[in-house]
Protein backbone atom coordinates (compact mmCIF):
# COMPACT_ATOMS: atom_id res chain seq x y z
CA UNK A 1 0.00 0.00 0.00
CA UNK A 2 1.00 3.32 -1.13
CA UNK A 3 0.11 6.55 0.01
CA UNK A 4 -0.37 9.40 -1.83
CA UNK A 5 -1.15 12.83 -2.84
CA UNK A 6 -3.38 13.17 -5.81
CA UNK A 7 -4.05 16.87 -6.65
CA UNK A 8 -7.45 18.39 -8.20
CA UNK A 9 -9.12 15.33 -6.67
CA UNK A 10 -12.89 16.95 -8.21
CA UNK A 11 -11.61 16.75 -11.58
CA UNK A 12 -12.62 14.04 -14.34
CA UNK A 13 -9.34 12.73 -14.68
CA UNK A 14 -8.59 12.51 -11.19
CA UNK A 15 -11.77 11.74 -9.99
CA UNK A 16 -11.10 8.59 -11.50
CA UNK A 17 -7.52 8.23 -10.66
CA UNK A 18 -8.67 8.48 -6.65
CA UNK A 19 -11.52 5.85 -7.17
CA UNK A 20 -8.49 2.98 -8.84
CA UNK A 21 -5.94 4.10 -6.10
CA UNK A 22 -8.42 3.22 -3.03
CA UNK A 23 -9.56 0.06 -4.82
CA UNK A 24 -5.82 -1.17 -5.12
CA UNK A 25 -5.67 -0.84 -1.94
CA UNK A 26 -3.60 2.54 -1.56
CA UNK A 27 -4.66 5.54 1.11
CA UNK A 28 -5.65 8.59 -0.38
CA UNK A 29 -5.37 12.27 0.39
CA UNK A 30 -6.99 14.89 -2.45
CA UNK A 31 -6.26 18.52 -2.57
CA UNK A 32 -9.37 20.09 -3.71
CA UNK A 33 -9.91 24.03 -4.01
CA UNK A 34 -12.59 24.56 -1.15
CA UNK A 35 -14.43 22.12 1.11
CA UNK A 36 -17.43 21.55 -0.12
CA UNK A 37 -15.59 20.12 -3.13
CA UNK A 38 -13.80 17.96 -0.83
CA UNK A 39 -17.27 16.97 1.34
CA UNK A 40 -18.69 15.60 -1.73
CA UNK A 41 -15.90 13.43 -2.23
CA UNK A 42 -16.19 12.31 0.92
CA UNK A 43 -20.05 11.65 -0.15
CA UNK A 44 -19.57 9.64 -3.08
CA UNK A 45 -17.14 6.88 -1.45
CA UNK A 46 -19.05 7.09 1.66
CA UNK A 47 -18.24 3.65 2.81
CA UNK A 48 -14.38 4.36 2.70
CA UNK A 49 -12.46 4.57 5.73
CA UNK A 50 -11.29 8.45 7.09
CA UNK A 51 -7.36 6.77 7.26
CA UNK A 52 -7.90 5.91 3.33
CA UNK A 53 -9.33 8.91 1.79
CA UNK A 54 -9.42 12.72 3.41
CA UNK A 55 -8.99 16.01 1.24
CA UNK A 56 -6.96 19.39 2.14
CA UNK A 57 -8.43 22.42 0.41
CA UNK A 58 -5.90 24.25 -1.94
CA UNK A 59 -7.76 27.45 -2.88
CA UNK A 60 -5.29 28.48 -5.82
CA UNK A 61 -2.20 25.89 -6.72
CA UNK A 62 -0.52 28.80 -8.75
CA UNK A 63 0.38 30.57 -5.37
CA UNK A 64 3.84 30.69 -3.89
CA UNK A 65 4.25 27.67 -1.58
CA UNK A 66 -0.14 26.56 -2.25
CA UNK A 67 1.29 22.85 -1.72
CA UNK A 68 3.87 23.09 1.35
CA UNK A 69 1.06 22.07 3.48
CA UNK A 70 -0.90 19.54 1.44
CA UNK A 71 2.12 17.89 0.59
CA UNK A 72 2.74 16.74 4.61
CA UNK A 73 1.18 13.73 6.00
CA UNK A 74 1.47 11.35 8.77
CA UNK A 75 2.01 8.73 7.43
CA UNK A 76 4.12 10.41 5.13
CA UNK A 77 3.04 10.37 1.73
CA UNK A 78 5.08 7.90 -0.96
CA UNK A 79 3.85 9.55 -4.34
CA UNK A 80 2.11 12.54 -5.45
CA UNK A 81 -0.12 12.25 -8.80
CA UNK A 82 -0.75 15.75 -10.09
CA UNK A 83 -3.60 15.91 -12.08
CA UNK A 84 -4.97 19.46 -11.40
CA UNK A 85 -4.41 21.57 -14.24
CA UNK A 86 -6.42 24.32 -16.49
CA UNK A 87 -8.35 22.62 -19.60
CA UNK A 88 -10.25 25.03 -21.45
CA UNK A 89 -10.00 26.91 -24.90
CA UNK A 90 -11.45 30.12 -23.45
CA UNK A 91 -7.82 32.02 -23.30
CA UNK A 92 -8.11 34.81 -25.68
CA UNK A 93 -6.69 38.23 -24.63
CA UNK A 94 -2.44 38.29 -23.89
CA UNK A 95 -3.40 38.79 -20.24
CA UNK A 96 -5.83 35.49 -20.17
CA UNK A 97 -3.08 33.46 -21.95
CA UNK A 98 -0.36 34.99 -19.72
CA UNK A 99 -2.87 33.46 -16.38
CA UNK A 100 -3.09 30.03 -18.07
CA UNK A 101 0.34 29.68 -18.87
CA UNK A 102 1.16 30.65 -15.05
CA UNK A 103 -1.50 28.38 -13.54
CA UNK A 104 -0.18 25.55 -15.13
CA UNK A 105 3.30 26.06 -15.03
CA UNK A 106 3.95 27.66 -11.58
CA UNK A 107 0.93 24.85 -9.79
CA UNK A 108 3.50 22.03 -11.54
CA UNK A 109 6.82 23.77 -9.84
CA UNK A 110 5.04 24.73 -7.02
CA UNK A 111 3.70 21.38 -5.87
CA UNK A 112 7.65 19.70 -6.88
CA UNK A 113 9.25 22.55 -4.99
CA UNK A 114 6.96 21.86 -1.99
CA UNK A 115 7.60 17.77 -2.24
CA UNK A 116 11.72 18.50 -2.31
CA UNK A 117 11.51 20.95 0.68
CA UNK A 118 8.43 19.43 2.62
CA UNK A 119 8.31 15.51 2.09
CA UNK A 120 11.25 13.63 1.35
CA UNK A 121 9.41 10.42 1.61
CA UNK A 122 7.97 10.66 -1.98
CA UNK A 123 10.06 8.61 -4.12
CA UNK A 124 7.59 8.71 -7.49
CA UNK A 125 5.45 12.05 -8.64
CA UNK A 126 3.69 11.19 -11.52
CA UNK A 127 2.00 14.35 -13.65
CA UNK A 128 -1.20 14.59 -15.94
CA UNK A 129 0.50 16.11 -19.07
CA UNK A 130 -1.42 16.08 -22.53
CA UNK A 131 -0.80 14.91 -26.24
CA UNK A 132 -1.49 18.58 -26.67
CA UNK A 133 2.72 18.95 -25.40
CA UNK A 134 2.96 15.97 -28.05
CA UNK A 135 1.05 17.21 -30.67
CA UNK A 136 2.19 19.13 -34.05
CA UNK A 137 -0.14 20.54 -36.55
CA UNK A 138 2.45 21.56 -39.19
CA UNK A 139 3.36 17.66 -39.61
CA UNK A 140 1.53 15.75 -42.14
CA UNK A 141 -1.98 14.60 -40.97
CA UNK A 142 -1.16 11.21 -40.77
CA UNK A 143 2.08 11.34 -38.91
CA UNK A 144 2.81 9.16 -36.40
CA UNK A 145 3.12 10.47 -32.51
CA UNK A 146 5.26 9.00 -29.97
CA UNK A 147 6.62 10.22 -26.72
CA UNK A 148 9.82 11.20 -28.58
CA UNK A 149 7.45 13.87 -29.89
CA UNK A 150 7.32 17.53 -28.67
CA UNK A 151 5.03 20.67 -29.48
CA UNK A 152 7.15 23.01 -30.87
CA UNK A 153 4.24 25.62 -30.09
CA UNK A 154 5.45 29.14 -29.19
CA UNK A 155 3.89 31.83 -26.61
CA UNK A 156 3.43 33.91 -29.69
CA UNK A 157 1.57 31.45 -31.18
CA UNK A 158 -0.39 31.26 -27.78
CA UNK A 159 -1.72 34.76 -28.09
CA UNK A 160 -2.86 34.20 -31.33
CA UNK A 161 -5.85 31.29 -30.53
CA UNK A 162 -6.99 29.52 -27.77
CA UNK A 163 -5.91 26.16 -28.87
CA UNK A 164 -2.43 27.26 -29.44
CA UNK A 165 -2.67 28.61 -25.87
CA UNK A 166 -3.69 25.10 -24.47
CA UNK A 167 -1.03 23.57 -26.14
CA UNK A 168 2.03 25.82 -24.57
CA UNK A 169 -0.31 25.58 -21.43
CA UNK A 170 0.54 21.89 -21.35
CA UNK A 171 4.25 21.79 -23.17
CA UNK A 172 5.20 24.71 -20.44
CA UNK A 173 4.05 22.60 -17.47
CA UNK A 174 5.74 19.40 -18.48
CA UNK A 175 9.13 20.94 -19.72
CA UNK A 176 9.10 22.57 -16.29
CA UNK A 177 8.66 19.27 -14.20
CA UNK A 178 11.25 17.97 -16.27
CA UNK A 179 13.87 20.61 -15.94
CA UNK A 180 13.12 20.72 -12.17
CA UNK A 181 14.06 16.93 -11.64
CA UNK A 182 17.02 17.43 -13.82
CA UNK A 183 18.14 20.65 -12.28
CA UNK A 184 17.05 20.12 -8.23
CA UNK A 185 18.01 16.40 -8.22
CA UNK A 186 14.87 15.24 -5.83
CA UNK A 187 14.57 12.42 -3.53
CA UNK A 188 11.72 11.71 -6.26
CA UNK A 189 11.68 10.15 -9.82
CA UNK A 190 9.05 11.58 -12.45
CA UNK A 191 7.04 10.03 -14.90
CA UNK A 192 4.23 11.88 -16.97
CA UNK A 193 1.06 11.03 -18.43
CA UNK A 194 0.07 12.23 -21.89
CA UNK A 195 -3.19 11.35 -23.04
CA UNK A 196 -5.13 12.83 -25.88
CA UNK A 197 -9.44 13.15 -25.48
CA UNK A 198 -10.15 11.77 -22.49
CA UNK A 199 -13.84 9.79 -22.67
CA UNK A 200 -16.19 7.64 -20.57
CA UNK A 201 -18.42 7.54 -17.73
CA UNK A 202 -18.18 10.37 -15.25
CA UNK A 203 -18.21 9.45 -11.39
CA UNK A 204 -17.59 12.86 -9.80
CA UNK A 205 -20.17 14.84 -8.65
CA UNK A 206 -22.44 17.33 -11.10
CA UNK A 207 -24.68 20.13 -10.63
CA UNK A 208 -25.41 20.41 -14.12
CA UNK A 209 -24.48 19.08 -17.73
CA UNK A 210 -22.90 22.17 -18.43
CA UNK A 211 -20.03 21.23 -15.91
CA UNK A 212 -19.46 18.18 -18.09
CA UNK A 213 -16.07 17.94 -18.98
CA UNK A 214 -15.12 19.19 -22.43
CA UNK A 215 -14.40 15.91 -24.18
CA UNK A 216 -17.95 14.54 -23.18
CA UNK A 217 -19.67 17.55 -24.01
CA UNK A 218 -20.12 15.53 -27.34
CA UNK A 219 -21.99 12.95 -25.81
CA UNK A 220 -24.15 15.27 -24.21
CA UNK A 221 -24.95 17.24 -27.62
CA UNK A 222 -25.37 13.51 -29.60
CA UNK A 223 -28.07 12.42 -27.29
CA UNK A 224 -29.71 16.03 -26.38
CA UNK A 225 -30.33 16.47 -30.03
CA UNK A 226 -28.35 19.25 -30.08
CA UNK A 227 -26.09 18.42 -32.58
CA UNK A 228 -29.05 16.40 -34.98
CA UNK A 229 -28.46 18.66 -37.92
CA UNK A 230 -25.20 19.08 -38.04
CA UNK A 231 -22.12 16.71 -36.16
CA UNK A 232 -19.15 18.91 -35.06
CA UNK A 233 -16.14 17.60 -36.39
CA UNK A 234 -14.12 15.17 -34.32
CA UNK A 235 -11.19 17.15 -34.02
CA UNK A 236 -8.30 15.12 -32.23
CA UNK A 237 -9.14 11.92 -33.61
CA UNK A 238 -6.99 9.87 -30.80
CA UNK A 239 -8.72 8.67 -27.63
CA UNK A 240 -8.45 7.31 -24.04
CA UNK A 241 -11.08 6.47 -21.40
CA UNK A 242 -10.89 7.78 -18.38
CA UNK A 243 -10.53 4.74 -16.55
CA UNK A 244 -7.90 3.42 -18.27
CA UNK A 245 -5.46 7.39 -18.12
CA UNK A 246 -6.50 7.14 -14.09
CA UNK A 247 -5.10 3.28 -14.16
CA UNK A 248 -2.16 4.37 -16.31
CA UNK A 249 -1.22 6.54 -13.61
CA UNK A 250 -1.33 4.49 -10.47
CA UNK A 251 0.85 2.01 -12.67
CA UNK A 252 3.25 4.52 -12.54
CA UNK A 253 3.39 5.07 -9.22
CA UNK A 254 3.70 1.23 -8.62
CA UNK A 255 6.07 0.20 -11.30
CA UNK A 256 9.62 1.47 -10.63
CA UNK A 257 10.75 0.54 -14.24
CA UNK A 258 8.10 3.36 -15.33
CA UNK A 259 10.51 6.13 -13.47
CA UNK A 260 11.69 8.97 -15.33
CA UNK A 261 9.42 8.36 -18.63
CA UNK A 262 6.70 9.97 -20.65
CA UNK A 263 4.11 7.87 -21.11
CA UNK A 264 1.73 8.08 -24.27
CA UNK A 265 -1.55 6.59 -23.20
CA UNK A 266 -3.42 6.21 -26.26
CA UNK A 267 -6.16 3.57 -27.26
CA UNK A 268 -6.34 4.82 -30.95
CA UNK A 269 -8.30 7.08 -33.37
CA UNK A 270 -12.25 7.72 -33.50
CA UNK A 271 -14.93 10.05 -34.67
CA UNK A 272 -17.85 11.37 -33.97
CA UNK A 273 -19.28 9.53 -36.37
CA UNK A 274 -18.59 6.23 -34.62
CA UNK A 275 -19.92 7.08 -31.45
CA UNK A 276 -23.43 8.37 -33.10
CA UNK A 277 -23.45 4.67 -35.02
CA UNK A 278 -22.79 3.00 -31.62
CA UNK A 279 -25.20 4.87 -29.71
CA UNK A 280 -27.72 4.11 -32.27
CA UNK A 281 -27.38 0.69 -32.35
CA UNK A 282 -26.81 0.20 -28.28
CA UNK A 283 -29.89 2.89 -27.23
CA UNK A 284 -32.82 2.95 -29.51
CA UNK A 285 -34.07 5.34 -27.72
CA UNK A 286 -32.08 8.01 -28.94
CA UNK A 287 -32.63 7.31 -32.08
CA UNK A 288 -35.15 10.42 -33.59
CA UNK A 289 -32.33 13.02 -31.92
CA UNK A 290 -29.10 11.36 -34.00
CA UNK A 291 -27.73 13.28 -36.95
CA UNK A 292 -27.59 11.25 -40.09
CA UNK A 293 -26.85 11.35 -43.87
CA UNK A 294 -24.91 15.04 -44.35
CA UNK A 295 -25.30 15.90 -40.65
CA UNK A 296 -23.28 13.40 -39.93
CA UNK A 297 -20.68 13.46 -42.47
CA UNK A 298 -18.71 16.06 -41.11
CA UNK A 299 -17.96 14.21 -37.97
CA UNK A 300 -16.73 10.86 -40.11
CA UNK A 301 -12.29 10.76 -40.97
CA UNK A 302 -11.16 13.43 -43.16
CA UNK A 303 -10.04 12.03 -46.28
CA UNK A 304 -6.44 13.25 -45.59
CA UNK A 305 -6.12 10.96 -43.10
CA UNK A 306 -5.74 11.53 -39.33
CA UNK A 307 -2.44 10.98 -36.39
CA UNK A 308 -1.05 7.58 -36.08
CA UNK A 309 0.30 6.86 -32.38
CA UNK A 310 2.61 4.32 -30.96
CA UNK A 311 1.28 3.38 -28.01
CA UNK A 312 3.99 0.44 -27.07
CA UNK A 313 5.77 2.21 -24.12
CA UNK A 314 2.22 2.10 -22.02
CA UNK A 315 1.68 -1.55 -23.12
CA UNK A 316 5.24 -2.47 -22.67
CA UNK A 317 5.74 -0.85 -19.22
CA UNK A 318 2.62 -0.33 -17.92
CA UNK A 319 0.70 -3.67 -19.11
CA UNK A 320 -2.34 -1.41 -20.23
CA UNK A 321 -5.27 -3.15 -21.44
CA UNK A 322 -7.17 -0.33 -23.41
CA UNK A 323 -11.06 -0.32 -23.67
CA UNK A 324 -12.50 -0.18 -26.83
CA UNK A 325 -14.67 2.93 -28.40
CA UNK A 326 -18.01 0.71 -27.84
CA UNK A 327 -17.26 0.27 -23.90
CA UNK A 328 -16.52 3.75 -23.47
CA UNK A 329 -19.72 4.93 -25.18
CA UNK A 330 -22.17 2.54 -23.71
CA UNK A 331 -20.51 3.01 -20.08
CA UNK A 332 -20.37 7.16 -20.86
CA UNK A 333 -23.71 7.47 -21.90
CA UNK A 334 -25.01 5.20 -19.13
CA UNK A 335 -23.75 7.77 -16.79
CA UNK A 336 -25.24 10.57 -18.68
CA UNK A 337 -28.55 9.10 -18.33
CA UNK A 338 -29.24 10.37 -14.74
CA UNK A 339 -28.95 13.44 -15.28
CA UNK A 340 -30.83 13.47 -18.37
CA UNK A 341 -33.96 12.13 -16.59
CA UNK A 342 -33.78 9.29 -19.30
Do not use: C
Amino acid sequence: MTRTLVTGGSGFIAAHIVDVLLKRGHSVVTTVRSADKGDKILEYHSGVEKSKLSYAVVPDMSQAGAFNKAVVSDPPFEAVIHAASPYHFQAKSRSEVDAMLSAAEDGTVGILKAIKAHAPSVKRVVVTSSFASIFDPKKAPDYKYSEKDWSPVTKEEAYQNPMAAYRRSKVAAEKSAWDFVEQEKPNFSLATANPPLVLGPIIHHLTSLDSLNTSNQRYRDIINGTSQSKLPPTGNHLFVDVRDIALAHVLAVEKEEAGGKRFFVTAGNFSNAEIVKIIGEEFPEYKDVLPTGEALKSGDYPPEGVAGYDNSRSLEVLGIKYRGLKESTVDTVRSLQPLLGK
